[in-house]
């Protein structure tokens, strides 16, 4: 089992639209989550990160559940501008120490 | 503070030469990640180093590629006798100590270096 996987998509939506993406990781002792946002031939950026009791920002809302062990993104009213891969982030730690393990990714594409 | 730099931004090499690619951590930051990314694909993970030392290389190809982090200066990433498999952008991300204590911050990239295999 990968240690943090997500569903590549895509994910084709209309503008206005609601879309959410899930992220699960396989190690409990994982630390620090975030989302990143990677637009085409550009390097990946931090979005935001997340925490259990939830992060909003404007029209993009995180959430982490460790009970179960995945993280979520929901991006409301969305915009041609969301266009892009999200990546899933989580720092975990193991026997070397503390590391830093991204998603795949899932892409996004927003349609007039 | 400037960002994590990474050079050359793009480079182009002949079947068989060397690749070198240089990351330049951000200020402060410990720990390098080196990512791949072809075309229209996600990233994929290549090597992890701290200073002075590679703490994972799983997805490291186990021929032609190597890293390293020395004490003093960048990390590179080297690919030997390259061929037109190899083109692809290279990712470095660089994240350091979250306040002195045993966590790591948010990991944060340079811009990429294109390598086109001609």
């Known amino acids: 089992r990968k240690e943090v996987e997500q569903d590549p998509g895509p994910f084709n939506v209309p503008e206005g639209a609601t879309v959410a993406f899930n992220c699960t990781y396989s190690n409990s002792a994982s630390q620090s989550f975030f989302w990143y946002r990677q637009d085409c031939r550009k390097e990946p950026k931090l979005l935001m990160s997340v925490y259990s009791s939830g992060n909003e920002d404007g029209r993009f809302t995180a959430q982490l559940n460790r009970a179960s062990q995945y993280i979520s993104l929901l991006i409301r009213d969305s915009k041609l501008s969301d266009s892009a891969t999200y990546l899933c982030v989580v720092i975990t730690f193991n026997t070397g120490g503390f590391k830093t393990i991204f998603g795949a990714g899932t892409r996004l594409f927003v349609k007039a | 503070n400037a960002g994590v730099m990474q050079n050359p931004r793009h480079l182009v090499r002949r079947r068989g030469q060397e690749a070198r690619l240089r990351c330049s951590p951000m200020k402060g930051h410990s720990h390098v990640y080196w990512y791949r990314q072809l075309p229209e694909e996600g990233l994929k993970f290549m090597v992890y180093?701290?200073?002075?030392?590679?703490?994972?290389e799983s997805g490291m190809p186990k021929e032609r590629f190597s890293a390293e982090f020395p004490k003093e200066g960048p990390s590179i990433l080297r690919i030997q006798q390259v061929v037109r498999g190899d083109s692809a952008a290279y990712f470095c991300a660089s994240s350091g100590a979250y306040r002195g204590r045993p966590f790591q911050t948010e990991a944060f990239f340079g811009q990429g270096t294109r390598l086109t295999v001609v």
């Open positions: 180093l701290q200073k002075e030392n590679i703490i994972d």
